[in-house]
């Protein structure tokens, strides 16, 4: 049994609705396993793979770069990474870059990463990345153009007209119900215009099971959040791996996954609200903190 597979909105392609995040992969403590996780991962049916440009300074892409160039597994997995650029010649550089480390000639879904800041709207058409971008494409080193962020979804509706973008990766997860929601604001926009929205943070930003983040002493479990991320208006929904324990875990979710019935959701809604609606959970909306360093730079912040 394989795990099910969704339309990449309109770009004619299927893909797995559990997605393999780049940057857990790339951690140093899991450099030994990171091949072993990643075959798997293929072998069970989780072919949708994630990652950046900048995730752990370059490792994240070259350690999947040497894991899909074994066995010709490159040509089974719908491979995503992000451009960090916000101008024409360090979005080339980027394309570039993350080609080489991923031992591609062609990068399947190639987005714009933490469009996190009310400007980078603006900078991607001024600078000329959004051009880059349109050009590598066309050049056939692209196949399909997205973007991401995790702030607030004024920016999003901000990007929407400024191309017809294929992809859109936001968060989705039972905090965001609550606050600065992409579910509620973006998602029927995107929707609108058949843009596929790629769920993330489906954790609500941090670990659930012990972690001390929305669990709150026991508000939700992972398996619980997952399944109501899936169980929205989405594409896929990208999920960290750090083991083969939790590999496996969430392959067992997206295998017997069935759609949250109301009654279970609403309760689900009415256990996480007390904690959610504020941001206290969702640092990557309320604070800096999970703003990457190279962004943070790009916009003159310290790191």
């Known amino acids: 049994m394989s795990i099910p597979t969704r339309p990449l909105g309109k770009t004619g ?15 140093p403590a899991i450099d030994a396993d990171a091949e072993r996780i990643m075959h798997a991962a293929i072998d069970e049916g989780m072919t949708f793979f994630d990652n950046a440009w ?3 300074e ?19 997995v719908f491979l995503m990474t992000k451009n960090c650029g916000r101008d024409a010649a360090t979005s080339k550089q980027h394309l570039e870059d993350s080609l080489r480390r991923l031992q591609t000639d062609v990068i399947d879904l190639w987005q714009f990463h933490e469009i996190n800041y009310d400007n ?16 590598a494409q066309k050049a056939g080193k692209v196949r399909f153009i997205g973007f991401t962020g995790h702030k607030h979804p004024d920016i999003f509706l901000k990007m929407l007209p400024l191309h017809t973008w294929d992809t859109c990766q936001l968060p989705v997860n039972v905090c965001d119900y ?7 604001e973006v998602i029927p926009e995107l929707k609108k215009r058949n843009i596929a929205p790629i769920g993330m943070k489906s954790l609500g930003g941090g670990n659930l099971e012990g972690g001390g983040r929305i669990v ?14 899936l169980s929205q208006d989405v594409a896929s929904v990208v999920v960290g791996v750090d083991s083969m324990k939790v590999l496996m875990q969430d392959i067992a979710i997206a295998r017997n996954f069935t759609p949250m019935p109301k009654a279970e959701t609403e309760a689900l809604l009415a256990r996480v609200k007390p904690v959610a609606t ?3 959970f969702e640092w990557s909306k309320s ?3 999970f703003d990457g360093p190279y962004h943070r730079r790009q916009h003159g912040f310290a790191e």
């Not at 392609?13 to 951690?27: E, F, M, T």
């Not at 980078?120 to 990345?129: F, I, N, S, T, Y």
């Not at 709150?216 to 997952?226: F, L, P, Q």
């Open 120 to 135: 980078d709207p603006e900078w991607l058409v001024e600078r000329g990345a959004l051009a880059a971008a349109l050009e």
């Open 13 to 27: 392609a299927n893909v797995s609705i559990l997605c393999l995040g780049g940057w857990h992969i790339g951690q």
């Open 58 to 76: 370059g490792r994240s892409e070259e350690i999947m770069g040497k894991a899909l160039a074994i066995g010709g597994r490159r040509q089974k």
């Open 178 to 184: 609550f606050y600065r929601s992409s579910i509620h």
């Open 278 to 280: 504020d941001g206290r």
């Open 54 to 56: 900048d995730y752990h």
């Open 287 to 289: 604070t800096q903190n």
């Open 216 to 229: 709150a002493g026991g508000v939700a479990s992972a398996e619980e959040c997952i399944r109501f991320s």
